[in-house]
């Protein structure tokens, strides 16, 4: 995961392990999931192939921009505690698994505490550029809260961008609100667009005063989904949508789940692996129900690549998850150290900040053409895995024992392309020797040539060799896509020259249970 | 009769306080209670009490017996 990016990422890091740990074993939640993505990195730091007008809206956006979430930040308040449908993979005891990472409940607020947060979080972050409202429940359930929260911050701090994700059931009744609020993103938690499969999902769902069950209440549910989705592309408002991946379920059908949902004016897909344990205590995680390794997610995420945007880099927050994204600085500002923190909106000084950011992100795209140049003409079929050590900015500036997550980029001869990012988290818990999590990292990591990273020690060194997986700490600090290309030309020579016989990797495991980020 | 809240298997999600049409249930504790003295059973306003219908946690809200049943008036 990113640390942060401002300060000195161990500052400020108030929660101790052990706190952590607690929490998790007193709130096992239900399935957090993955990655997901296109790797928008083409021309203007980043554009791809985006529509301009749709470029402008996202490209400061780090839940959809893969470029923009080494930059910038986001936060979620969880004002949204009710719901109004049941689907098998969440545990509503929990947050909401659409957008969340289950396992840590978040602190429910009231629409005045949480403007009061967002504007504290704003004041201390000057790269957070985004409030999302994701849960814990489903925000168009609880519309008075959630509007009343986007009205207080739209008042204090005009310049941060609204957006919202929802299982999509309420959706038509409020896409006029969200016109009025400026909301400029939707995302829309699209499993299906087959009721036969939608029973498999979803229990029931309630509405009009109404519980529906069975068929009838999944075709309810993708009728309403499918309008709302198109009464918003209708008016302008960006529409991404997010599909959990459930093996033997939806798999196969997300291929039309994602045709239907582009030619109603979706801008992006994100497909997310189920993730499922029965400690979890949701439907899936009793029944068995298995998430999809990382191979398996890679290949739908290709198949559909084809089709429009995906998404690979998205990481289900929690609910009130605050900082760049992976990474989590809820702690700092919980209910009762916001009420103390003195609150000084700087607009300026956020402004500035920003322009410095894109002033990074150019150099950055820069680099990376320069560097893809010197590759052009040279032909190779090999394509090959990986993993990244970062905390932002892309680039290269994770010590491996840190690293709460990889990212994972793609090298052939076109370039360097983000993939997904592997979690996981904690393996440094205080130096290097734990061999179990070392061992959990190598699975994660399984399907990677190398891992790029600030610096390693010599134990994990010597073992990620025994296991096939060069650790590489010559480009430390160096931006990541330009290093990746880099390091992709001296392999490519070195197979060329016979010194090297390329061979092709394992699977990896998808890690299970709740992120907890945090230290 | 009204209905009443299993506190224990209670989330707190507030669904069920906002679908109540007699406004009969609050926080109280950490968890939502039902007024019995206002629960109709939703009698008069729906076919089913909607507290059961949008409740996450099956058999949570359920009836309390040592009411006698709601009478509709008239
Ligand atoms: S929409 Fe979210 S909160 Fe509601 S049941 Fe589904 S996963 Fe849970
Ligand atoms: S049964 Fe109807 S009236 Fe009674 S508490 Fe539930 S929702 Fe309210
Ligand atoms: S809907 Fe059920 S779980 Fe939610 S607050 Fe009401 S009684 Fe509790």
Redesign the interface.
């Known amino acids: 995961m990113h640390a942060s990016t401002t300060q000195d990422g161990a500052a400020g890091r108030l929660v101790t392990i052990d706190a952590v740990m607690q929490q998790v074993a007193e709130h096992k939640g239900c399935g957090t999931q993955g990655g997901s993505g296109k790797a928008s990195c083409g021309s203007a730091a980043g554009q791809g192939d985006l529509p301009t007008e749709i470029w402008e809206k996202v490209k400061n956006h780090p839940c959809y921009s893969e470029e923009a979430h080494h930059h910038y930040a986001r936060m979620h308040v969880a004002v949204a505690?009710?719901?109004?449908i049941?689907c098998n993979y969440c545990n509503?005891?929990y947050d909401c698994a659409n957008e969340s990472r289950p396992g840590v409940v978040s602190e429910r607020l009231t629409p005045e505490q949480a403007a009061r947060k967002v504007l504290a979080v704003a004041s201390t972050i000057p790269q957070m550029t985004v409030l999302g409202i994701a849960g814990?429940?489903d925000p168009l359930?609880?519309p008075a809260k959630t509007f009343k929260t986007f009205e207080l911050i739209s008042q204090t701090a005009p310049d941060i961008k609204l957006c919202l994700s929802t299982n999509g059931l309420a959706l038509p009744d409020h896409v006029d609100t969200i016109a009025r609020y400026n909301v400029d993103h939707v995302t829309i938690t699209i499993n299906m667009v087959d009721p036969e499969v939608g029973a498999k999902i979803y229990p029931w769902v309630?509405w009009n005063?109404?519980?529906y069950t069975g068929v009838e209440a999944a075709r309810l549910l993708t009728e309403r989904q499918l309008r709302g989705l198109e009464m918003l592309t209708e008016r302008g408002i960006l529409c991404k949508v997010n599909s959990v991946m459930i093996p033997g379920v939806n798999d196969r059908h997300l291929v039309e789940v994602n045709r239907a949902v582009k030619s109603r004016g979706a801008f992006l897909h994100n497909i997310m692996p189920l993730i499922s344990a029965p400690e979890h205590g949701t439907v899936f995680g009793l029944t068995g129900q298995r998430g999809p390794t990382a191979q398996e997610l890679k290949a739908l995420q290709d198949d559909c690549e084809g089709e429009m945007n995906m998404m690979r880099h998205c990481r289900q927050c929690r609910a009130d998850a605050v900082g760049l994204l992976g990474e989590d600085r809820s702690a700092e500002f919980t209910t009762e150290k916001i009420m103390e923190m003195e609150v000084d909106y700087d607009l300026e000084g956020r402004q500035a900040y920003q322009a410095r950011v894109e002033e990074e992100r150019v150099a950055k795209v820069a680099a990376k053409q320069e560097e893809l140049a010197t590759l052009a003409g040279a032909r190779s079929d090999i394509t090959l895995l990986v993993a990244v050590a970062t905390k932002g900015s892309g680039l290269i500036n994770e010590h491996f024992g840190h690293a709460k997550e990889f990212q994972v980029y793609e090298l052939s001869t076109a370039g360097a392309k983000f993939v997904g990012h592997r979690r996981v988290d904690l393996y440094c818990q205080g130096g290097f020797g734990d061999e179990d999590s070392l061992q959990t990292v190598i699975r994660a990591i399984n399907d990677c040539h190398a891992v790029f990273v600030a610096k390693i020690g010599g134990c994990p060194k010597a073992d990620l060799l025994g296991a096939g997986i060069e650790p590489v700490d010559q480009y430390a600090h160096e931006f990541i896509e330009k290093s990746a290309i880099a390091w992709f030309k001296g392999y490519l020579g070195k197979v060329a020259a016979g010194e090297l016989v390329h061979s092709p990797r394992g699977d990896a495991a998808i890690r299970q249970g709740a992120l907890i980020v945090a230290a | 009769m009204a209905y009443k809240i299993i506190a224990s298997q209670c989330t707190s999600c507030s669904a069920c306080e906002a679908e109540c049409p007699n406004v009969a249930i609050s926080e109280k504790g950490g968890t939502f209670v039902i007024n019995p003295k206002k629960c109709t059973e939703c009698i008069g306003y729906f076919d089913v009490p909607q507290c059961v219908a949008v409740c996450p946690v099956d058999n949570t809200c359920v009836i309390d017996t040592t009411y006698p049943r709601y009478q509709a008036a008239g």
């Open positions: 505690p009710a719901c109004n049941q509503r005891k814990p429940g359930a609880n309630y005063h109404k519980r």
